[in-house]
């Protein structure tokens, strides 16, 4: 089946402690890109990739960190988590033939005490 | 930059037409809408280019208007579960590929 995968679906931690949410995607899309949700905010692009080794930041790339050395997974990385990036968190991917049509992946939930 | 949706949310009985808009400060290449319900991820629905046509998925349609940067969706008799919240994604044509802006949202309920 066609899918983004995103692991894990909830995560608590806490402030300071890096973490790792995983991303991968089986469609051998070249572009992935993840967004946070807040509420009345929308979605937010955090960083995008056009392909492996490419990576641009978007809106609100601040306190994180991405890497694309697989076209199939794009981890994002929170090297110092705070209250503040507490949040629900998406991935997704895209061929670049289509024009952008996001798949996205089912969401993680972060929570930073 | 985010694109700007109105109205924030809107109530429909089932049959009932709406139109939720959304409009940019900058020259736009494309407009996108999605739709996200409750709990779940976004679901694409269409994309506008620039210089394109009408789009439709269902019985929901859209417009782009290139001049003045807006884009506008159409839920034409509207179901059940058309109920969500709608998204517009805009690309700018000063961006590189794979930015996509989204707006805040549009909730739409639909009730019977």
């Known amino acids: 089946e066609a899918q983004v995968t995103q692991n894990p679906r909830y995560l608590i931690t806490v402030t300071g402690k890096k973490l790792t949410v995983t991303c991968s995607q089986n469609?051998?899309?070249?572009?992935m890109s993840w967004y946070r949700q807040d509420p009345g905010l929308g979605l937010r692009q955090i960083y995008y990739?056009?392909?492996?080794?490419?990576?641009d930041k978007g809106d609100v790339p601040e306190g994180y960190k991405v890497s694309r050395k697989e076209k199939r997974n794009f981890p994002l990385i929170l090297e110092s988590p705070s209250p503040n990036q507490t949040s629900l968190y998406f991935c997704?991917?895209?061929?670049?033939?289509?024009?952008?049509?996001?798949?996205f992946g089912s969401g993680t939930r972060l929570t930073v005490v | 930059q985010q694109p700007v949706q109105s109205p924030q949310a809107v109530i429909l009985r089932e049959g009932e037409d709406a139109v939720i808009n959304c409009s940019s400060s900058?020259?736009?290449?494309?407009v996108h809408w999605y739709r996200q319900k409750h709990g779940e991820a976004p679901v694409f629905l269409m994309i506008?280019?620039?210089?394109?046509e009408q789009k439709g998925h269902e019985k929901i349609s859209a417009s782009f208007n290139e001049k003045k940067q807006q884009s506008s969706l159409y839920l034409t008799a509207s179901q059940l579960s058309y109920s969500g919240t709608y998204f517009c994604g805009t690309e700018f044509i000063t961006d590189s590929w794979g930015k996509l802006q989204f707006g805040a949202g549009t909730q739409v309920v639909v009730t019977p």
């Open positions: 469609m051998n899309h070249e572009y």
């Open positions: 900058k020259a736009l290449y494309s």
């Open positions: 990739s056009m392909n492996v080794e490419v990576t």
């Open positions: 506008l280019l620039k210089g394109g």
């Open positions: 997704a991917s895209s061929l670049r033939s289509t024009g952008l049509r996001y798949t």
